[in-house]
C-alpha cells in the first residue's frame, strides 16, 4: 500500500480535516511506512473466516419504547461555541460541493 | 531501595506511596484516619510532586475536600461506611465526570465539560470513592507513551527522563508516586497494560463489555476498555467489582452474574497450565527483558503451575489488524467533533464546511489526524474489503487461536513489552516505531479476552518490568488467581520509585496518624 | 413513443414514543433542543440502545410489503458530515436491511399493476436546520435543532417500476394507506412525518434498458410527485427528441413556477465508507417473532376492498371508498352488523352523506359523532316507515352537528313521518278540496299532475308524510 498526497488529501476532505500541504506529504510518508505492517495482513490465509465486527456474542441487545427525561435544554446547550436562544448556530451552510 | 511497608498503621506514618485501598478502606472505617486528612494528604502530595511528574490534566482538589468532608460527617453521625468510602482515586481525562472538565489531552476538547458521568464514574461515587482528578493521556487514547498528549508529556516516577507509557501514562504516574490510591485507565491496544508494566502497577484490562463503556470517550469501539490501575493484585479485583456489571445504557455490556473477584485471590495455582505463545518470544524481545520473563516462568512452575509452549501463529498479524481495525473506528467515532455542539471551534470562516475543517485540523494533534487519515483510508470503498474487511476475518482467526489455546490452558502469559520504559523523544519520530510496542498487548483487544499486567523485575537501571496474563473471555478469576499468587510469591509489587530524589518532600508523604 | 421508468424512495417516521436509540421522546413541535441528551446530541462517550417497538414496526411493515423478514440483520454507519447530523454517521442498515424483496398491488385506471419493494430498512433520522432568511441560500447562518435527531425512521426503496406520473400517484397513496392501517406512522407530508425522493428515467417503449436517472427533490405533496413527473417525462422526452441526451443529476420541484430545476452537479459522488456499526450487537429476528408480529397485522387495505366486494357485493368503487381508511372502512361494517339490511343501503350514506359532511367540515372519521349503531338505527327507522328518506337526510345532519341519536332527533323536532290512514286521508281530501282544478285534470286523464297534489301535501305535512300512502292515497281519492 503506498498512500500518495493526493490520497491524504482526498481523505482529509472526506474526513472533513484540514491539512496544510507540509502535513499532507508528511503523513503520506509516515502512512507509506505504517502501511508496510498493514500490508502484511494480505499474506493471511482467511479463506474461511467471518468478519469479526466485535469480540462478542450478544444479539437483539433492545431497551423498551418507553420515554425517559431528556437533558435540560440549557445543560444541552451547555458547551455550545455558538448558540442563538435555545439553537446551536453555525455558519452558514453552503451546498454540497 | 526498597521500602518496606509497614506492619501496623497505629500510630505510625502513613505511607502515601505505599498505600493500598484495602488497607485504607478498613483504617477509615474504623475511624484510624478521617478522610478529609487522607484526601488533603494526597493533594499535599500532588502540589509537591506533580510539577515534576505531571500525572494530573486537572485536580479537583476543592470538590475532593468538600467530598471528603461530607464522607467524615457521615461517618461522625454512624452511618455505614460505603464499600469505597474515602478512597482517592484518579480518573484518566478521557472518562466523563460530571461538572468536571474532560479533555481527553486535546486541544480541541480543552474548554469541555460534561453534564453526565460516566457509569464507572457513577458507580465509584455511589461506592464512596473520591474524584482527586482527571489524569493525563495521549491525545484521545492515540499513543503509547503520553508524549501524543496536546497539554504536556508524563514522566516516568522511576526515571524522569523516561516516558510512563501509553496511553494511560498520567493514571499509572499519579498511582506508583502516591498522587492517588487507585486509578482507572482505559485500554484499547494495551493503554492500561504497557504503563501499568513501565511504571510498575498493577494494571488490567477486563474482558470486553464487563466494564461499561459509557462516558468513555470512543476511540475504537469494538476495543475499548475500562479497567483500575492499582499497586496491588487485591486492590486491583476491588476496583474491578466496583464498576464492573451490566449496564442498560451500553448495548455490548455483559449481562452475566459476576463473582465477587476478592474472593478469587487464593495465592494457589497448583496444576494451573499456564501457556506460553512462542510466538511472544520471537519478536524484538530486550535482553533484560526476556530474563525477567524467564525467571517469571521459574516461579510460576516453582509455585506448581506447568508451563507449555503454545503456537498462535496468527499472532504476528494481530497489530496490523488491530492498527487497520482501531483507526476505521476511530476515524467515525471521531468525526462528531466538528465544533458545532461543543468543543473547539475555529474562526475566519465564514461557512459550517470549512468551520468543521479548520476546527478538526487546529483541533486535533498529529497522531489523531495520522489516524483519521489512515482510517478513512480503510474503509473508503475500493479498500474496504482489502484492509477492513481483511482485518475482521484476521481478528477472527485471532479469536480462534485463543479459543483453541485455552482449550489446553487456563491462562497465557507473555511479556507485557518487548521493552522497559523508553526515554522521551527517543520513539517519536517514527510513528511506526510506536506501534511496534503495542505488539503483546494488542492480540486480547482483539479478542476480547481480559489481560493484566504485574511486576515481575526490574532491568539494571532500575526501571520495571512487566508480566502480563491473560485468561478466556469472561474469565477474570483464572487471571487474579495466577497474578495474586505470583505476585504474593514476590517482592516486585513493594518496591518504591525513589522520589525525594526530585522533590524535597519525604517519599512517603508522612502523615501522621 | 416513450415511456417513463420511475422509482420511488419514501422514508416515514415512525410512530414510536421514544427516539431509536435513546430514550427521549419523539413528540412532535417541542420547544428546541428540549427532546436531546448526551446519545442523540452525539456528545462524547453517549452510546446507543436499540428501541424494541421500532424493529417490531419493520417486521410489521416487512410483512405488509410482503416482503421476506431478513433473519440476520444488523446496522451500521454512513458517514458523512452535516451539521444536523450530531455524530457526522448516521446509523441505518445498509447491507442487511428488515425487509427485503416484496411488492405492493396498486390500482390505476381499473387495471391491477403490481410494483415491487427493493426493500425496507430503519434508521434514524437527523435533526433540523433552519436558515436565516427562511432558505439555505443566501443565510448567513444557520440554528440547529436536534429534537428530531435520532427518531425512528423506515426508508421503503420500490424497484423502478412505476410507469406513469399516475401510478406514482397511486403507489404512494397505497403506501400510505398500508402504513396507516398498521400504525406505524402518521404519514404527514407536512409534519415531515412522510418524505420522498423519486427517480426518473424514460426510454422507448418496448426497451428493456434503462435510461439516465434523474432524481427529484423537494416534493412536498404526492400531487406535487405527480406533476413534476409528468413535468420530467415531458422535459427529457424533448431533450431525447431534439437528439440530446439526459444528464444524471438532482432537479429540485419549484411548486410556484410547476418545474423541475437543476441543482448544482455533485463533483464526486460521496463515500460514505459504509461500516457495521460496532456499538450495536446483531439482530436475529426468528421465525418465531416474526409469527408473532405476523398476529398483530390487520386485514390489509387490498385485502379488505376485495373482502369488501365479495361479501357485501359492493361495486369496486363503494368497496375502495370505505377502506380508503381502517377506521371509516372499521366504521361501515359496524354499521353494517347493526343494521342488518343491505350493506349496499349503509354504503350510500356513508358515502353519501357522511363522507359529505366530514369534507364540509374538515372532520375525521374519528371525531364523527355519529356511531355506526346510531347511523343503523336511522336506516331502520326509514325502513320502518317512522321517517322518510328525505326527512333522514335533516335528521342525519343534526345526528352529525349535535351527535344525538335519531330517535331523540325525531321526537324533539317532531319529525315522525305520518302513516297514519285516516290523518293522511283527512289532509288528502283538504289538498283536493283546495286545487279542484289540478283534482279535475287528473280525473280527466293527466296523471303526471298527482306530483302537484304529492307535494301540496307533502307541504302541508311538512315532509312528514309517507309519500308512497300520499299517492296511493290521492289515487284513491281521484278515482272515486
Keep these: 500500500m503506498s498512500i500518495t498526497k493526493e490520497d491524504v488529501e482526498r481523505m482529509s476532505i472526506l474526513a472533513r480535516l484540514e491539512l496544510s500541504e507540509d502535513e499532507q506529504s508528511l503523513f503520506a510518508e509516515q502512512l507509506s511506512e505504517i502501511s508496510r505492517i498493514i500490508d502484511s495482513l494480505a499474506e493471511v490465509d482467511t479463506e474461511d473466516m467471518d468478519e469479526m465486527i466485535f469480540p462478542s456474542e450478544l444479539g437483539n441487545v433492545f431497551r423498551e419504547d418507553t420515554v425517559l427525561p431528556s437533558a435540560d435544554p440549557e445543560e444541552a446547550l451547555s458547551n455550545a461555541p455558538d448558540r442563538e436562544d435555545r439553537f446551536f448556530k453555525v455558519p452558514r451552510i453552503l451546498e454540497v460541493d | ?154 514522566r516516568n516516577p522511576w526515571d524522569l527522563k523516561r516516558v510512563p507509557g501509553g496511553s494511560s501514562g498520567g493514571s499509572a504516574a499519579s498511582v506508583i508516586a502516591g498522587e492517588a490510591v487507585c486509578a482507572l485507565g482505559s485500554d484499547t491496544g494495551g493503554s492500561i497494560r504497557q504503563p501499568a508494566s513501565f511504571c510498575g502497577i498493577v494494571g488490567l484490562k477486563p474482558s470486553y463489555g464487563l466494564v461499561s463503556r459509557y462516558g468513555l470517550i470512543g476511540y475504537a469501539s469494538s476495543m475499548d476498555h475500562i479497567g483500575p490501575m492499582t499497586r496491588d493484585v487485591r486492590d486491583c479485583a476491588l476496583i474491578l467489582g466496583a464498576i464492573a456489571g451490566y ?37 524484538g524481545l530486550s535482553g533484560t527483558v526476556r530474563d525477567a520473563f524467564m525467571k517469571a516462568l521459574d516461579k510460576l512452575e516453582e509455585l506448581g503451575a506447568k508451563v507449555v509452549e503454545v503456537s498462535m501463529p496468527s499472532l504476528k498479524h494481530s497489530l496490523a489488524a488491530y492498527y487497520v481495525i482501531s483507526s476505521a473506528e476511530a476515524s467515525s467515532n471521531l468525526a462528531r467533533f466538528d465544533g458545532v455542539r461543543y468543543g473547539y471551534r475555529a474562526t475566519g470562516s465564514d461557512d459550517s464546511m470549512t468551520m468543521m475543517a479548520m476546527s478538526r485540523g487546529e483541533g486535533f494533534g498529529p497522531e489523531v489526524k495520522r489516524r483519521i487519515v489512515l482510517g478513512t483510508y480503510v474503509l473508503s470503498a475500493e479498500n474496504y474489503d482489502k484492509y477492513f474487511g481483511e482485518a475482521l476475518r484476521v481478528r477472527s482467526l485471532v479469536t480462534r487461536d485463543f479459543r483453541e489455546v485455552f482449550e489446553v490452558c487456563d491462562c497465557l502469559v507473555g511479556p507485557t513489552s518487548p521493552t522497559v520504559a523508553f526515554e522521551a523523544g527517543e520513539k517519536t519520530r517514527d510513528p511506526l516505531e510506536m506501534y511496534l510496542s503495542d505488539v503483546y498487548t494488542v492480540p486480547p483487544n482483539l479478542a476480547g479476552i481480559p489481560g493484566v499486567s504485574i511486576p515481575c523485575g526490574f532491568d539494571e537501571e532500575g526501571m520495571p518490568i512487566g508480566l502480563q496474563i491473560m485468561a478466556r473471555q469472561y474469565n477474570e478469576e483464572a487471571l487474579l488467581r495466577a497474578a495474586y499468587a505470583f505476585e504474593q510469591a514476590t517482592e516486585f509489587h513493594k518496591r518504591n520509585p525513589e522520589i525525594e530524589k526530585y522533590t524535597k518532600e519525604p517519599a512517603g508523604g508522612e502523615m501522621s496518624v | 413513443m416513450f415511456e417513463p421508468v420511475i422509482g420511488i424512495e419514501v422514508h416515514v417516521q415512525l410512530k414510536t414514543e421514544s427516539k431509536l436509540f435513546c430514550p427521549c421522546s419523539t413528540r412532535f413541535d417541542a420547544p428546541p433542543n428540549s427532546n436531546t441528551c448526551p446519545v442523540c446530541l452525539g456528545l462524547p462517550g453517549a452510546l446507543p440502545v436499540l428501541n424494541k417497538k421500532a424493529i417490531e414496526y419493520g417486521i410489521k411493515t416487512s410483512l405488509a410489503l410482503n416482503c421476506r423478514v431478513t433473519e440476520s440483520s444488523r446496522f451500521d454507519r454512513k458517514n458523512y458530515f452535516y451539521p444536523d447530523l450530531s455524530k457526522n454517521y448516521q446509523i441505518t442498515q445498509n447491507a442487511f436491511p428488515i425487509g427485503a424483496d416484496g411488492y405492493i398491488d396498486v390500482v390505476v385506471d381499473g387495471t391491477e399493476r403490481r ?145 423541475t430545476v437543476s441543482m448544482r452537479l455533485k463533483e464526486r459522488a460521496e463515500d460514505y465508507r459504509y461500516f457495521p456499526e460496532p456499538d ?201
Design chain 2, 247 to 283: 449496564d442498560s445504557k451500553d448495548s455490548q455490556s455483559y449481562p452475566g452474574e459476576l463473582p465477587d473477584y476478592t474472593e478469587c485471590l487464593v495465592p494457589d495455582i497448583k496444576g494451573m497450565k499456564v501457556g506460553v505463545p512462542k510466538e511472544y518470544l520471537d519478536e
Design chain 3, 280 to 480: 450495536l450487537p446483531k439482530l436475529k429476528i426468528e421465525k418465531a417473532w416474526v409469527e408473532e408480529v405476523k398476529t398483530t397485522l390487520p386485514e390489509l387495505p387490498g385485502a379488505r376492498r376485495m373482502r369488501f366486494i365479495s361479501d357485501y357485493e359492493l361495486p369496486q368503487y363503494d368497496a375502495a371508498l370505505l377502506t380508503d381508511t381502517r377506521e371509516l372502512a372499521d366504521y361501515f361494517e359496524a354499521a353494517v352488523r347493526e343494521y342488518d339490511g343491505s350493506a349496499k343501503t349503509v354504503s350510500n350514506w356513508i358515502m353519501g352523506e357522511l363522507l359529505r359532511l366530514m369534507n364540509a367540515t374538515g372532520t375525521e372519521i374519528g371525531e364523527v359523532k355519529v356511531s355506526p349503531g346510531d347511523l343503523a338505527d336511522m336506516l331502520k327507522m326509514i325502513d320502518k316507515g317512522t321517517i322518510s328518506g328525505k326527512i333522514a337526510k335533516t335528521v342525519f345532519e343534526e345526528m352529525f352537528a349535535e351527535g344525538k341519536s335519531p330517535e331523540v332527533i325525531v321526537k324533539e323536532k317532531g319529525l315522525v313521518q305520518i302513516a297514519d290512514e285516516d290523518e293522511l286521508l283527512r289532509i288528502v281530501d283538504q289538498v283536493i278540496g283546495e286545487n279542484q282544478e289540478v283534482a279535475d285534470e287528473i280525473k280527466a286523464g293527466k296523471d303526471k299532475a298527482i306530483g302537484f297534489l304529492v307535494g301540496q301535501v307533502m307541504k302541508l305535512t311538512r315532509g312528514r308524510a309517507n309519500p308512497k300512502m300520499v299517492n296511493e292515497l290521492l289515487r284513491q281519492r281521484l278515482s272515486q
Design chain 3, 115 to 259: 410494483v415491487r419493494i427493493k426493500r425496507v430498512h430503519l434508521e434514524e433520522d437527523a435533526g433540523k436546520s433552519v436558515h436565516e432568511g427562511g432558505t439555505i441560500t443566501g443565510a448567513a447562518y444557520s440554528l440547529e435543532d436536534y429534537n428530531r435527531a435520532g427518531v425512528p425512521l423506515l426508508e421503503i426503496v420500490s424497484e423502478p417500476d412505476i410507469r406513469s406520473p399516475k401510478e406514482a400517484y397511486e403507489y404512494l397513496l397505497m403506501l400510505r394507506r398500508i402504513l396507516l392501517y398498521l400504525g406505524v406512522s402518521d404519514c404527514k407530508m407536512e409534519e415531515g412525518s412522510l418524505r420522498c425522493d423519486v427517480n426518473i428515467s424514460i426510454r422507448p417503449k418496448g426497451s428493456d434498458k434503462f435510461g439516465t436517472q434523474v432524481e427529484l427533490k423537494n416534493l412536498n405533496s404526492f400531487r406535487a410527485v405527480e406533476r413534476s413527473l409528468e413535468y420530467e417525462v415531458r422535459r427529457q422526452s424533448d431533450v431525447v427528441a431534439n437528439g440530446g441526451e439526459v444528464v444524471r443529476e438532482t432537479r429540485h420541484w419549484d411548486e410556484a413556477s410547476q418545474v
Design chain 2, 1 to 154: 531501595m526498597v521500602r518496606e511497608a509497614a506492619e501496623d498503621r497505629r500510630g505510625t506514618p502513613l505511607r502515601l506511596n505505599e498505600l493500598k485501598a484495602h488497607e485504607l478502606l478498613p483504617m477509615i472505617r474504623r475511624k484510624e484516619v478521617s478522610v478529609e486528612e487522607v484526601v488533603a494528604a494526597i493533594l499535599h502530595r500532588i502540589s509537591a510532586i506533580d510539577s515534576k511528574i505531571r500525572a494530573y490534566i486537572t485536580v479537583a482538589g476543592e470538590e475532593a475536600l468538600k467530598k471528603a468532608k461530607e464522607a467524615d460527617a457521615r461517618l461522625a453521625g454512624g452511618e455505614p461506611a460505603r464499600p469505597l468510602e474515602g478512597l482517592p482515586v484518579a480518573i484518566k481525562d478521557n472518562i466523563c465526570t460530571q461538572g468536571l472538565r474532560t479533555t481527553a489531552a486535546s486541544r480541541f476538547l480543552e474548554g469541555f465539560t460534561p453534564f453526565y458521568d460516566a457509569t464507572v464514574v457513577e458507580r465509584l461515587k455511589d461506592k464512596g470513592a473520591i474524584i482527586i482528578g482527571k489524569t493525563n493521556l495521549d491525545e484521545f487514547a492515540m499513543g503509547s507513551s503520553t508524549e501524543n498528549s496536546a497539554m504536556f508529556p508524563t
